[in-house]
């Protein structure tokens, strides 16, 4: 007889953990050999060894067993116990429908066979795995759901606090860079913004990754931080410390934002003015206490912030998009933005997908109560179950539909940005035009006859020709220079 064995650790309840998967496999071996001496033919087709729990539908590995059966690679089927199989009432009318339509012909367990003549033995048991979980989720979500009324957190608490004694408190090192971070929103920062502000000086998330806007847009929206605590439908006001206050809380989420995103400096363009000759940041120094020069004595290189802003005129005109370009350059804006935010839009295909196969596992769920393969309680039971979880993936679906959102807002700014960038540049002061070109560029090089090569992010960058003067030196005039630059590091 072609044989599967199927060896499944519980996960479900470590206190009352049954036999290891080592000892599964000890006794499968052993109980095959004694089926042989007994003279039964018995080929091992497959060993499937499975680490999921069996509290939900859903297995991949064991939608894969289930199918060597209807492939007819296998008909018999060997585990340690019944309720290695299911504990769940999908998982359970699979199982049960298989060996009624004859593609499992015989389950073997440590103490009973079952065939087509035990279905009703066999369901008892099955059915007391699956009421068992059932009762152990619903105790837990009442728990959980009384700790959302008494103004407790059923779950990890998110950036800037920490779990402590059943509530939450802030979280000392968190805490000042939460407040900096809603600060600098509510000061006009970007999303893109404060992740680079926050990554540039080395500050990482909770995870030790590098801040993204995804990251930085889910902690602005999250309403937690007013005090608002949510779970599975419940919602309650939280006992814990508020960092952040309304009023900071609405400023940040506001829609307006302005151009002034970064903290002024005394030198707009210190950090990305650099030497020709050694490629390391020229020195910024004033002189008579007003005029900002940036220079390399050693290598005879200097020249002041004002002719900077001025030989740059005529770089940031041709930042503005003529109305057929644009098309083009939302094309490559999108495409940026996309870039930073992959995380989220795969997050939400992930959820997406999840929630198609809950659907389709409903509706074969009815198929199976129409046919009369599980009675009506069972079919009540497990679909009760499937809403729940179609319920929690809607919500969560609904959260990255607010941060899709978000990040199309910030599309919007920046097309806005480029479409207003030379007027803002022409119009505004020192320091805005420092911002602007801290946002639009990767340095400048300087050499030391005060020509200047400029590098561009994406995706000013795909507006220029590859080194392309812009300008001939005529008199005391030197020419600038734009250069492509693919990398766009800091």
Known sequence: MPTIIYLRKSTDD?????ASIDDQRTWAEEYIEGLRQQGRECEIVRIFEERMSAKKPGRPLFAEMIGYFYEWKADTLITWDIDRLSRNEVDEGTIKWAIRQGKIREVHTHNCVYTEHELLTMGIFLSLGAEEIAKLRQRVMRRMNAMVAEGKVPYKAPYGYKNHEGG?????DERPILEKLFALRTEGYSYIQIAEYLNDRGIRTRTGAKWKTSTVSKIVQNEFYLGIVRFAGQVGEGIFERIVSRDLWDKANEKKRTLIGYKKHSFALKGIVVSAKTGKSLKASKIKGKYHYYHDDTHGISISEKAIFSKLESVVERWRIPDDLVPEMERSVREHILRENGSIIEERKRVEKQLSTIRERKSRLLALSLDGAIDSEDYAEAKRTLIFSEQKLVEELQCLIGMDAAIEEEFREMVKLLKDLSIAYKTGDDHLRGVILKEALVKLEV?????????????????????IPLGKATGNRTPVYRMKTCCPDH
């Open 168 to 172: 939450v408190i802030p979280h000392d």
């Open 447 to 467: 050499d030391e006859k005060k020509r200047l090569q400029v590098h561009e992010k994406e995706p000013f960058a795909w507006l220029s020709a590859s080194t």
């Open 14 to 18: 470590s206190r009352h953990q049954k």
